[in-house]
């Protein structure tokens, strides 16, 4: 098989199953089919609560943060490539940025856990 047929084939076999995935709709939704399904019990309550803003906030700076800590991963190869010198301001560089924005983000009362 050839690289254009490959390539064929993996795009048609995602756009076939998208477009069942709509053509396929649960067409008359009713209250069982719309109600929280708890393990074959009644719910308890309302699974529809409010959920604090805040979570996602947090969720965000982690993401944030974790990102710019990937940028650290590479280093070790990097000791190869540079003097250890350079690899030292770079990782201290990087370290900075991150320890800014923490405390930027800490002034501006971002991580205080209060209501939006």
């Given amino acids: 098989m050839n690289l254009m047929t490959a390539m064929i084939i993996s795009l048609l076999i995602p756009i076939l199953l998208i477009l069942i995935s709509h053509w396929i709709p649960q067409m008359l939704p009713d209250t069982e089919k719309l109600s929280p399904y708890e393990c074959g019990f009644d719910p308890l309550g309302n699974a529809r609560l409010p959920f604090s803003l805040q979570f ?35 990782t201290l560089m990087i370290i900075a940025l991150l320890t800014v924005g923490l405390v930027y983000e800490w002034t501006q009362g971002a991580l205080e856990w209060t209501k939006i």
């Fill in 56 to 90: 996602f906030l947090i969720a965000i700076f982690f993401l944030i943060f974790d990102l710019e800590i990937a940028l650290l991963l590479p280093l070790p190869w990097a000791i190869n490539s540079m003097t250890p010198k350079m690899t030292t301001i770079w």
